[in-house]
């Protein structure tokens, strides 16, 4: 548990440091480039996921929620069902991110990767692995390893949002990669994922994430 814990910080910290990277070579109008996130620019994308480290930087929330904690799969699959927060949320959600991205300026963005989440990853480094923390809108709780499976697939999935719209070819750490595409495929249902990926179904059980 505590290898696969530190190799997700590991991978997220990698992750983070591209994100900062790119952000610091892009220009005014590479800023404001449309990507394929319906009405997000390029940094409304980093407004988007820097939240990330800004709230990762603070004190960790405590739980005072009753229940066992859930894993990431089902955590992810319970935001989305069509009325899950995924979707109820998903104007409101776009709309802040928006006037997020307007309010601060591209190094404030860029400072979210590069200062405060490499200082939030060393503090967690030192915390448990098995630690139980609430997941915010969704009632409920999980442990930080399988936290990071979500923040890890959200940096990686968002990256690669960013340098297809800045006409990159994608290059993400291997081991987000790995993380996130192993993730996702738990999020299909098991048969018709097996039986699309290995070509004896023409029904795919994808998209399975908003």
């Given at each position: ?107 404030e963005l ?93 029904h795919s ?6």
């Amino acid at each position: 548990m505590d290898d696969v814990y530190s190799g997700r910080l590991d991978a997220l910290e990698q992750t983070w440091r591209v994100w900062a990277e790119i952000g610091k070579g892009l220009s005014d109008n590479l800023w404001s480039t449309p990507t394929r996130c319906p009405g997000w620019n390029v940094a409304a994308l980093y407004a988007h996921h820097s939240a990330f480290p800004r709230d990762m930087s603070a004190p960790l929330p405590l739980s005072d929620a009753v229940g066992d904690p859930v894993s990431a799969a089902e955590l992810l699959r319970r935001f989305n069902v069509p009325d899950g927060v995924a979707h109820t949320m998903a104007k409101t959600v776009a709309d802040l991110i928006v006037l997020d991205a307007t309010e601060h300026t591209r190094r404030e963005l860029i400072d979210r990767f590069s200062v405060r989440g490499p200082r939030a990853l060393q503090r967690l480094r030192q915390v448990d692995a098995t630690l139980v923390v609430p997941w915010p809108t969704s009632g409920a709780v999980i442990m930080l390893v399988e936290a990071l499976r979500i923040v890890l697939l959200e940096a990686t999935v968002h990256l690669l949002d960013v340098q297809r719209a800045l006409g990159c070819p994608p290059a993400v750490p291997s081991q987000a990669l790995n993380d996130t595409a192993q993730l996702l495929a738990e999020l299909a249902p098991a048969v018709e994922f097996i039986e699309a990926a290995t070509g004896r179904s023409t029904h795919s059980p994808l998209p399975v994430l908003r």
